[in-house]
Nanobody
Framework: QVQLVESGGGLVQPGGSLRLSCAASGSFASIATMDWYRQAPGKQRELVAGITSGGSTNYVDSVKGRFTISRDNAKNTVYLQMNSLKPEDTAVYYC??????????????WGQGTQVTVSS
């Protein structure tokens, strides 16, 4: 199995910054993509940013130029640097990973989520 643990959420003023981290642990053989999703109250979960094992990235239009996703393959950790935060970025942020183990095929795993609140 694969466990994902997020950290780094909190309360920040508009225009501020936060850095989220998500560490993967367990008996996995390989991790392919790692992503950050978010879900605001009353809204569907949306993909914010993703990164492949080779470092290719993609972002939702609303965060381009403000958020940066990065990955440390040696630590099995993905990061989301969030700058110029806006109130509309307020949401629970989840990381996910597509990974395989010796016993299971490629599967998607989710973290428990971390709250990000942007408010003055």
């Amino acid at each position: 199995q694969v466990q994902l643990v997020e950290s780094g959420g909190g309360l920040v003023q508009p225009g501020g910054s936060l850095r989220l981290s998500c560490a993967a642990s367990g008996s996995f053989a390989s991790i392919a993509t790692m992503d950050w999703y978010r879900q605001a109250p009353g809204k569907q979960r949306e993909l914010v940013a993703g990164i492949t094992s080779g470092g290719s990235t993609n972002y939702v239009d609303s965060v381009k130029g403000r958020f940066t996703i990065s990955r440390d393959n040696a630590k099995n950790t993905v990061y989301l640097q969030m700058n110029s935060l806006k109130p509309e970025d307020t949401a629970v942020y989840y990381c996910d990973a597509v990974a395989k183990t010796a016993a299971t095929p490629w599967s998607r795993y989710w973290g428990q989520g971390t709250q990000v609140t942007v408010s003055s």
